[in-house]
């Protein structure tokens, strides 16, 4: 019979994505070109709907028409060799999609390539890692509506659902899917490395023990910051490692790795003037972790931290939950910030509230946070920063002193907490009538006549500093 779905590259996503859509009750055909991957995907098929095929044409000739393929390999080149070793097999009216992590750039040039030949290329950014992929991922589609169309139904069975419905949706034109994608992962990064932060302070400054952590974090899953991250977090400080029978975590090297997506939402952002300073923090402590050796090294030339504790084990907790808390809200309102002016920029079309209920289930973000931030958006969908919230105001009024508290003691004992000290700075600096940038204007128009705006009238002003003669010794 006919596969209705094929699927390219039967690593951990593809082939438990695939799993999926089978399960859903759709013939499902895999090819991968090592064959063990193939075989692995017959042995956890167990019967089931499922195919793998031995080469790429005897793929192709599984699959009934119009073909949907779905591509679940290394993003980047090998994205472009195997739309390549496709295209002369393919026929028009055929569907690739691309579930990746392709860079939107990527994307945007696929798009435009396919888009003339009659293939429908659809960029799809898929969250919720192996279990996601498996039982419910969170599903954001990019390219054009036709298209989408021919794909929604299978989408729709295979995505995770929320009390708002199926995790997935139309986002937008050419590579929205892609793009909306890369920004979760911004926010993932600097969630991820806010709870890290307050891990450090309350280990190190609150000598919290790794049960006393679990029980927090598990209570903390329970009310305002509930949320996947935090829930695993919770458990991760269960885990006892097989070898040594002591907790796993602290056995793991404190050197995190990355695959890029963070970066690229930080590099975006520069690109569109948007301030994300939580998340270019998180992606800057992802390289200095990585910087291991010479932090080593560094940390014998000088002292460290003679941390004098500021709070109580109690009071910490409760700031910690709170800074937490308003990171990250912070964290979300930078990446919508950033998303609102891509959409408006690359004229993606996003709808932000429906970009929210997508990421209400399946995805690494998702959390209850989600409710107000849509509630916030569908009360004013022109909001270019939740910081302007009604929804907002009075959380934000409410938390920021238990942020600087976090911030204080994080300092105190020489515990870098840079994405959640860098959302303190972007809040004060938001809500500041004025900052002491007037003294960068004039530098720059006194040492390069870059002129200046000022405070009574309207125009664009230049004055001739007297400068100091330059003395030469
Ligand atoms: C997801 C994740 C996933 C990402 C990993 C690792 O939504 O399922 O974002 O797509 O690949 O989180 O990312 P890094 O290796 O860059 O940390």
Known sequence: ??????????????????????????????????????????????????????????????????????????????????????????????????????????????????????????????????????????????????????????????????DEGACVSFIGNTAAGHYTKMVHNGIEYAMMQMISEVYGVLKYAGQFSNAELHALFSAWNKAELQSFLVEITADVFLKKDEATGKDLVDMILDKAKQKGTGMWTSQSAMDLNVPIPSIDAAVTMRYLSALKEERVHHSSLYSSGNGKSLFNKEQLAGICKNALHFGFLLAYGQGLHLLKAASEQYNYNISIPEVLRVWKGGCIIRSVMLNDLRKAYKENTGLSNIIASPVFQPVFSQLRNDLAGLVKSSIE??????????SLYYFDAYIAGRLPANLIQAQRDLFGAHTYERIDKPGVFHTGWESKPITMT
Request: one cysteine or more; aromatic letters at 6%; charged letters at 20%.
């Open 1 to 162: 019979m006919a596969a209705h779905f094929g699927m390219i590259g039967l690593g951990t996503m593809g082939r438990n994505l695939l799993l999926n859509v089978a399960g859903h009750g759709y013939e499902v055909c895999g090819y991968d070109r090592e064959p063990a991957q193939q075989k692995r995907l017959m042995d956890e098929a167990k019967g089931k709907n499922v195919n793998a095929a031995a080469s790429l044409p005897e793929f192709i000739q599984s699959l009934q028409t119009p073909r949907i393929i779905m591509l679940l390999v290394p993003a980047g080149k090998i994205v472009d060799a195997v739309i390549t070793d496709l295209l002369p097999l393919v026929q028009k009216g055929d569907i690739i999609l691309d579930g990746g992590n392709s860079h939107f750039a990527d994307t945007e040039r696929r798009y435009s390539q396919l888009q003339g030949s009659g293939i429908h290329f659809i960029g799809m950014g898929v969250s919720g890692g192996e279990e996601g992929a498996r039982v419910g991922p969170s599903l954001m589609p990019g390219g054009n509506r036709e298209s989408y169309e021919l794909v929604k139904d299978i989408l729709e069975s295979v995505a995770a659902k929320s």
């Open 413 to 422: 004992y020489q515990l870098p907490s840079a994405s959640l000290a860098a």
